[in-house]
Every structure is written in C-alpha cells, then in structure tokens.
C-alpha cells in the first residue's frame, strides 16, 4: 500500500523516510530511485519527490544522474576513513577538555547509553546510541570549535557506514565494551588512559568499515 505523506513538510518528510530505508538497508546502494514510483507510493506529485532526493544526494546518499534515475551511492571508503582521521584528532583533545567537566550526572547519562547499547540488538538504534555517547563524552569539552567540527563528521555518509558494520555482524559488541572502557577511566579522572582508549576506539572503528566494506565492494564488482 502507498505510504501516504501526511504529516509536515513533504519533501522533509520523504527524504527522512528514504533516509531510514537506505541507511537501514530496506534500500540497497547501486539500486535507482524511481521518482514516478515513489510519488505513488507517497501520494505526492513528483515535486517534493525530486526535492527529498535532492537533499539526500546533498548528504551524499545518493548520486542524481542527467535524464535517469538517482542512484543509492556506495560509500566511499576513502572519505570514511578521512572523516575517522578527522575525529581521531580531534576526538582526545575535546575530551581532555571535558573529563574535568563531567559531573556526577553527565557521567551518569553517558552510563545510562552505554548500557542501553549493551542490551540492544537494533541495528538502526545501536548506531544513534554510539553517535549518542560520543556526544555525551564530549560534551562538557570547552573546545566548543572543535565540538562542531567533531559533530559535522556524523552525518549520513559515516552513519550509512557504521550501520553495515553493525548490520554485518562484525563484532557486534565490540564499541560498547570499548565504550565501557573509555568511560571507566573518565569516571577515575584518568585522562591518560581515556584519550588512548579513544584514539584505539575510533582506530578500530576504521578497521571495522574499511574490512565491511571492502567486502562489500567485493560483492558488487
């Protein structure tokens, strides 16, 4: 049946719903978007249609092409790994700044999503949790410029890749018992255990996509 858009801005509301269906891979990449279809399916005209995919290719979701459909973009490994380089530098600098912030209850809320990730086998929600902790971590930091650009880097292009790792099985439990540990020393105000725990972490997390998706290049060649 369509899915009726009946609620907010139209355009706003099919990119979200295209935005889900492709991260959470319902839409796999390579595949062509066809917009007559889709604005059946929502009962739209094709105008908000074109407008969503607009805005899904400026997040860099998906590839316009002239006089054919849009296609699912794949991930470019290159960029994800440039992204990680960017927040492994920045990453342990915001967060020596914050470890003497944190208070009792900031701690206790990066607890509380670490151990909301530990119980959950969503896929779609232990990607938001992961996102969720970094921030949390970072928070209190007074390196407000580099918490910006730290932020920047979590967009659709770097949330579509940590969802393959998830959604591939690939040590599933691993972030958050890496997590665990890097809140553990925050919470015992050792600064330099945390920052290399951190620096490891997201290491470990370029390993994870780069050996995903380079298996998942593999499977499209």
Request: hydrophobic fraction near 40%; charge should be positive; glycine fraction near 4%.
């Amino acid at each position: 049946m369509p899915q009726l858009i009946q609620y907010g801005d139209g355009p706003r509301a099919i990119c979200a719903n295209l935005r889900k269906r492709i991260l959470s891979g319902q839409i796999s990449w390579g595949s062509e978007l066809k917009i007559q279809a889709l604005a059946e399916e929502f009962g739209v005209s094709i105008m908000p249609v074109r407008e969503a995919l607009r805005m899904l290719a400026t997040e860099g979701l998906i590839e316009m092409r002239p006089r054919r459909s849009p296609l699912v973009s794949m991930p470019d490994i290159g960029e994800i790994l440039e992204i990680n380089e960017i927040r492994q530098a920045l990453e342990p600098m915001a967060l020596e700044s914050a470890i003497e912030r944190h208070t009792k209850k900031s701690l206790t809320a990066c607890r509380r999503i670490v151990d909301a990730d530990r119980a959950c086998s969503d896929p779609g929600k232990k990607v938001e949790l992961n996102c969720k902790f970094h921030k949390s971590l970072l928070a209190p930091s007074a390196k407000t410029r580099f918490l910006s650009t730290i932020e920047a880097q979590y967009g659709a292009i770097s949330l579509f890749a940590h969802y393959l790792v998830v959604r591939e099985n690939f040590v599933i439990g691993m972030p958050h018992f890496e997590h665990e540990a890097i809140l553990g020393a925050v919470e015992k105000r050792d600064a330099a255990t945390a920052l290399e725990l951190l620096q490891q972490h997201i290491r470990h997390s370029s390993e994870r996509l780069r050996k995903v998706l380079d298996i998942r290049k593999t499977d499209a060649a």
